[in-house]
């Protein structure tokens, strides 16, 4: 096995315990370690884009739009140019040139990011409607989304997958609660059936209430800190960017009443923000690797995740706390995990009314626009180091593994062990790997 299969497997087991994940893994080889994959010019990092290609380049696009920058039209184009003819986006696609057919592995979760950037570039209506058509094409009855619909990999509604597509229909100008399964049901139906309430003596047990599962495990509820963060936004009808909200409105003490029924919308949703600040307070204002064996490792991109999902609800000091943790502390991951990580710290900081070219010291704008083409904008500068030292230090390391990319390798780690949120997560089921 590869270090590449290996690093991907790590890293997809690492999110399904952690729970999250828009990037579903590909039902195809992983590339050989003597011949790594061309990176396109027009992508946005010099990591393997297999798995994530698609995605990070629309995250990197939502968080520059937040920022007053603009991407170039050879970025754009790459992105556009990744879409099948039914609409559809995959996780990456290495040859466009050749159409889409049953081997190529689509993607809900690309697709929904790809609409959210899209949408926020404007000009792209087109593009956008046959993408929000193919996502309302695949919905489950239930009303919500898997990440590989109608695929080998297809394993049923989840939380995250449902989460992102409700953000990619709002960003579209479509109303989510109107967007109905043929069975006449909701999108936001799906989210609540994965909450975790109370047991039918109406009592909560050790179990923590509020919190959402990903996917039911056999038959079963378990907590999972990203797929809450995905469902508090889905529940909101939030996409990806998410404003500051100008005063607190401070998180219920306890959301979910046991002997109060079902609940509304909005108070499922609080349920989550209660579960994701109680989390975070007991490991030091953040959360921490659900991967076996990781200890207290951080969960930089989860805890991300859990900023924006925050202020979502309007809890400004509750956001606050988990933002200032990843300004003292999530420098050295962005750096590692690349455009992405840069993108989702940049949309923690908009969300916490941070200011991101300088944020802990760092000018996250900058230094997401160095991953890619130059960009547009007062604010498209990249920092010190030239794209092109960056460019010769990555070959260099590249030939220093023996060909196999460092990012593969140091990426892993930083995927199992601190996490990567929406970057790489577990929307990807262990018959993947």
């Known amino acids: 096995m590869n270090v590449r299969r290996s690093a991907a497997a790590l890293a997809a087991s690492a999110v399904l315990c952690a729970g999250a994940a828009p990037a579903a893994l590909a039902d195809t080889a992983a590339p050989s370690a003597s011949a790594p994959p061309v990176i396109p010019s027009g992508l946005y990092g010099k990591n393997d884009p297999t798995y994530d290609g698609v995605f990070r380049q629309s995250l990197a696009f939502v968080a520059q739009h937040t920022a007053g920058v603009k991407p170039t039209a050879q970025a754009v184009d790459w992105l556009t140019g990744q879409q099948c003819a039914n609409g559809s986006f995959p996780s990456f696609r290495p040859d466009t040139a050749k159409a889409c057919d049953a081997s190529t592995y689509i993607d809900s979760n690309a697709t929904a990011a ?15 409607k046959k ?107 939030k996409g990806m960017t998410v404003e500051a909200p100008k005063t607190d409105k401070p998180v219920e003490e306890n959301p979910v009443n046991c002997k109060g029924g079902a609940l509304s919308r909005e108070y499922a949703a609080e349920g989550g923000s209660r579960y994701l600040t109680d989390t975070m307070a007991k490991s030091g204002d953040h959360l ?41 502390n999530a420098a050295a991951w962005a750096k590692t995990a690349g455009p992405g990580a840069y993108a989702q710290l940049i949309l923690a900081a908009h969300a916490g009314g941070k200011d991101p070219k300088s944020f802990g010291g760092t000018d996250l704008v900058a230094e997401l626009n160095a991953q890619g083409p130059a960009a547009q904008g007062a604010d498209a500068t990249a920092k010190a180091e030239s794209k092109n030292d960056k460019d010769a230090k990555d070959a260099e390391g590249d030939k220093d593994s023996g060909g196999q990319s460092v990012w593969w390798i140091v990426g892993a780690g930083a995927a199992a062990g601190m996490g990567i949120g929406f970057l790489l997560s577990g929307r990807r089921k262990k018959n993947q790997l």
């Not at 790809?114 to 956008?128: F, K």
């Not at 394993?155 to 992102?164: L, P, R, V």
């Not at 989860?302 to 956001?319: E, M, P």
């Open 288 to 328: 921490v690797s659900a991967l076996a064996g990781a200890g207290e490792q951080p969960d930089f991109g989860n805890t991300a995740d859990a900023v924006v999902a925050l202020a979502a609800s309007g809890h400004k000091d509750a956001a606050a706390k988990p933002l200032v943790w990843l300004e003292q």
């Open 114 to 128: 790809a609409v959210q950037a899209l949408a926020a570039l404007g000009g792209h209506d087109e593009t956008v």
């Open 131 to 237: 993408a929000v058509g193919w996502l309302k094409s695949v919905q489950n009855e239930d009303g919500g989304w898997s990440s590989n619909p109608g695929g080998a990999m297809d394993t049923g509604t989840d939380t995250n997958s449902t989460g992102i597509v409700i953000g990619a229909l709002a960003a579209a100008g479509e109303k989510p609660d109107e967007v109905k399964s043929k069975a006449g049901t909701a999108p936001a139906t799906a989210i609540e059936a994965f909450q975790i309430t109370c047991r039918e003596d109406g009592t909560t047990g050790d179990t923590p209430t509020g919190a959402f599962a990903f996917q039911r495990d056999k038959g079963v509820l378990l907590p999972n800190a990203d797929a809450t963060a995905a469902a508090v936004l889905g529940l909101l009808g």
